[in-house]
């Protein structure tokens, strides 16, 4: 059974930082792009960051400069780093990849930043 396991989420002080990762298992043969969303409450689900399959990256305008994603093809990871933490980065934050052609939700990991 393909799935999506997050880890790295936590309670951290602005300016501080986390690493997010999301590790997919089961039967994978084609793995496409993989990002991260995120989900404030009373909010919609929006893209924090995306790298395709090829490498090309795109972010929120909001989380440029402070977060990074990045794709390890060997262990079928992604990462996230995220730097420079605002009090309006909390939000659980999921993990999603196109495995075998098909959209993959992670169960969602919580950041909280303090003020």
């Known amino acids: 059974q393909v799935r999506l396991v997050e880890s790295g989420g936590g309670l951290v002080q602005a300016g501080g930082s986390l690493r997010l990762s999301c590790a997919a298992s089961?039967?994978?043969?084609?793995?496409?792009?993989m990002g991260w969303y995120r989900q404030a409450p009373g909010k919609q689900r929006d893209l924090v960051a995306r790298?395709?399959?090829?490498?090309?990256?795109n972010y929120a305008d909001s989380v440029k400069g402070r977060f990074t994603i990045s794709r390890d093809n060997t262990k079928n990871t992604v990462y996230l780093q995220l730097n420079s933490l605002k009090p309006e980065d909390t939000a659980v934050y999921y993990c999603?990849?196109?495995?075998?052609?098909?959209?993959?939700w992670g169960q969602g990991t919580q950041v909280t930043v303090s003020s």
């Open positions: 089961g039967s994978i043969f084609r793995i496409d792009a």
């Open positions: 999603n990849a196109n495995l075998n052609w098909v959209d993959y």
């Open positions: 790298v395709r399959g090829g490498g090309v990256t």
